[in-house]
């Protein structure tokens, strides 16, 4: 740990060194002259609150010395904060890199010429945000209409106005060796799982990286080792406040990134992913019937296409009943190369429809799908069951919020669909295994519980909890 020196005038030297403050126009150095003492004051211009500073500055100049008693040092830098520092968070310091940290995040450093080998840190920061509205991808029907935003200390805010108890835990953390980005660790000390809340920071502690350019994204690749194969997603994340203080309070641990609006949620099953927010909105009778609905919507999505190129490639084997599904023209390519060829090309409008300006991109993706899809038939690309199956996937997919899932099940899919066409019936069994065995195998950082949880190990009320809304009352019991 390097400290200041006994030196003032050194001591501003070293920072004018580590700040550039002759290169860097926004790093500001503010030097004030109080009777025959000198504060020097460094920041960063836009993250301090002007207001507060401007009246803070105003009052040491009309100050006639730094202490009246004659003291130099620690018990100076103490009894100046103490009488003169009238803001709800300061303290003193004697780290030099715990100083130069806290400038780059926002904070004054103050270095007073009788303070000897401290400097007084005071937190006026702000930062640029833009409102707590509805997050975009995760909206409801009924309920709160706010969101997590980019700044740390406003996502914490929301979750505390919901959680009014001293057991609701913020452990700080930062890491990365340039980004030094601030984390926060959020659990209820009474109800989470203490052992792996340590854990988790252990992991956290340990990281070694230069930054977290990419938020919650960087942090994940390295809390997990991710296997390339294995698409399923390994952390749950959410945008919304009621939603992640309802996880707080089942005992789910949360981690808040500087500059992320989105939270993790930890552990993480699969299960989880079928659970809306929007379910706890309703009523038990209506929220259990949109969560079985859409378990059943998504599964499909998974299974109807592989199940439907089965059918239509084994004629002999499909009940009279069932002969409807069978297409009477199969198109100039083959069905195969139809079903990927509407893959891509779904994937390509959902990519198109992002980089669209926002006036435009509903009815450009509308049309845009209408006239590939028309111009498809009629050349004799696709036929129109090809189309119809394909348009319930993809609209299938947006029954649950999580696109690293959705897409998990695209290449599931896929998989199961080219094992079906080259092996037959079983094709379909076999990749079925697959996929059973990718979901069980899935390395997450949930510590001692399975990707597959309640399922195994087995827990009943849990998993009937996953398909039936249960009321607040039962849960109280």
């Not at 981690?255 to 079928?274: A, G, Q, Y």
Request: charged share 20%; net charge negative; with cysteine.
């Amino acid at each position: 740990m390097k400290k200041f020196t006994q030196d003032y005038q050194k001591n501003t030297e070293l920072f004018d060194g580590i700040f550039h403050v002759e290169e860097n126009f926004d790093i500001i150095k503010k030097t004030l002259k109080i009777g025959a003492d000198e504060l020097t004051l460094y920041y960063i211009d836009g993250f301090v609150k002007d207001a507060i500073m401007q009246k803070l500055m105003t009052h040491f100049v009309s100050l006639g010395e730094l202490n009246s008693h004659c003291e130099q040092g620690e018990s100076a830098a103490k009894d100046f904060m103490e009488r003169n520092v009238t803001y709800v968070e300061s303290d003193l310091t004697e780290d030099v890199d715990s100083a130069v940290q806290m400038v780059m995040s926002g904070a004054v450093l103050i270095v007073g010429s009788v303070f000897g080998e401290y400097g007084i840190i005071v937190d006026a920061r702000t930062y640029p945000a833009r409102n707590t509205g509805e997050p975009e991808g995760d909206k409801v029907m009924r309920g709160a209409r706010d969101g997590f935003v980019e700044t740390l200390i406003f996502n914490t805010a929301l979750i505390r106005r919901r959680i009014r108890n001293p057991s609701l835990t913020m452990s700080y953390l930062t890491v990365g060796k340039d980004s030094r980005t601030d984390i926060v660790v959020c659990y209820m000390s009474d109800r989470a799982d203490m052992q792996y809340v340590d854990e988790l920071k252990k992991k956290l502690n340990n990281i070694k990286t230069d930054s977290l350019a990419l938020g919650h994204e960087s942090l994940a690749e390295c809390l997990i080792k991710k296997r390339w194969y294995n698409p399923f997603p390994k952390i749950r994340y959410t945008e919304r406040p009621d939603s992640a203080s309802a996880q707080l309070l089942e005992g789910s641990v949360l981690i808040l990134i500087d500059n992320s609006p989105e939270v993790m949620v930890l552990p993480t099953s699969i299960f989880d992913f079928m659970q809306e927010t929007n379910d706890f909105y309703f009523p038990p009778l209506t929220g259990s019937y949109i969560r079985i609905v859409r378990h059943i919507v998504f599964w499909l999505a998974l299974f109807m296409i592989p199940l439907w190129y089965y059918a239509a490639t084994h004629e002999n084997m499909v009940p009279g009943w069932l002969s409807f599904v069978i297409p009477r023209e199969l198109g100039r390519l083959p069905l195969l190369a139809q079903i990927l060829l509407a893959e891509f090309i779904i994937d390509g409008l959902r990519m198109a429809s992002l980089n669209t300006p926002n006036m435009l991109s509903n009815s450009l993706s509308v049309v845009g799908g209408l006239i590939l899809g028309d111009f498809a038939v009629d050349i004799g690309w696709l036929i129109p069951e090809v189309i119809l199956y394909m348009a319930f996937v993809a609209i299938a997919n947006f029954t649950q919020r999580s696109y690293e899932l959705g897409y998990a099940f695209k290449f599931m899919r896929i998989i199961l669909l080219i094992l079906t066409a080259i092996f037959g019936g079983w094709g379909l069994v076999g990749g079925s295994v697959l996929i059973l065995i990718l979901i069980a195998t899935n390395k997450t950082v949930n510590g001692k519980r399975s990707y597959l949880y309640p399922l195994i190990p087995f827990n009943w009320r849990a998993l009937k909890s996953l398909f039936i809304r249960v009321r607040k009352s039962d849960l109280t019991e």
